[in-house]
């Protein structure tokens, strides 16, 4: 049994032939598209993206507000300015900001001495010279003075510091008796600046710079200040002045130099 056989036309037919193509054809695979700038030659133009929630701040931190960053801003202006002006007039205005380790108090900038007994007072503006003796507590509490007889010597309160020691030395005496002027007539006429020496036992000389010569009423003596100042080495002469006005009280008032301690030399005497 045969099968079906070819129809005529389809036997008539000739093989394919394989002809070359035209000349400036394109023939194979299709060469890439050039890329164009900006996107990929074969992506779809992405949608439009939808707008975003504004972010929500993280938790503990809060935006800081605009006063705040108003008042630094202002501070820092002031502070350049201040530093300007402190190279301008040789001021120096970092003080103004610095820290607390920058307010510590300056070096001390006088001399302390040891104790040692004074000897001798000498206050050459109003030309005394005059040695000193102690005292110390009368009867009824206040600073003795030095006897009568002995009205052109000074007193130390032997209860206080040595001049030259931190602290108030009090050196006291008479203004006047019956009889004429004594040592510390002349004390009202001093004056700020003007220098008073103290020799002392283990031959220094303690030099003073009197600070202010002051009234007060006897019952109105400033007492801290007189007496409790230990801030520095410092020296009081004391002694009575204004209206006399007899009986117990003498005179009305107490006359207070205010002297502080600045340099120091070795004594010439023996």
């Not at 030659?41 to 006063?67: D, E, V, W």
Request: glycine fraction near 10%.
């Amino acid at each position: 049994m045969t099968g079906p056989r070819m129809p005529e036309s389809v036997l008539r037919k000739k093989p394919a032939q394989i002809t070359a193509p035209p000349p400036g054809m394109i023939t194979g695979p299709l060469p890439a598209p050039p890329s164009l700038p900006g996107r990929h030659p074969f992506r779809q133009p992405s949608p439009r993206p939808l707008p975003k929630a504004a972010p929500r701040p993280a938790r503990g931190r809060k935006p800081l507000p605009i006063g705040l960053i108003a008042l630094a801003l202002l501070f820092l202006g002031l502070f350049c300015v201040a530093m300007g002006l402190g190279a301008a007039t040789n001021l120096d205005l970092s003080r103004l900001f610095a820290g607390e380790e920058k307010n510590e108090p300056p070096p001390r900038s006088f001399p302390v001495l040891d104790p040692s007994r004074p000897l001798r007072l000498t206050i050459p503006a109003i030309k005394v010279q005059a040695p000193i003796l102690e005292v110390g507590l009368a009867g009824d509490g206040t600073v003795d003075v030095p006897p009568l007889e002995r009205h052109n010597e000074a007193g130390w309160f032997d209860a206080g510091p040595t001049p030259g020691q931190f602290g108030p030395a009090l050196i006291v005496g008479h203004a006047d008796t019956r009889t004429g002027p004594s040592v510390f007539k002349a004390l009202p006429k001093l004056k700020a600046g003007q220098r008073i020496e103290v020799q002392r036992a283990d031959r220094s000389v303690a030099i003073f710079e009197v600070n202010s010569v002051e009234h007060f009423d006897k019952g109105k003596l400033p007492v801290q200040r007189v007496y409790g100042d230990y801030s520095r080495p410092s020296l009081r002469l004391l002694t009575c002045g204004g209206r006399w006005i007899g009986g117990s009280t003498g005179y009305q008032d107490n006359i207070v130099v205010f002297a502080s301690l600045i340099e120091t030399r070795n004594s010439t005497n023996n």
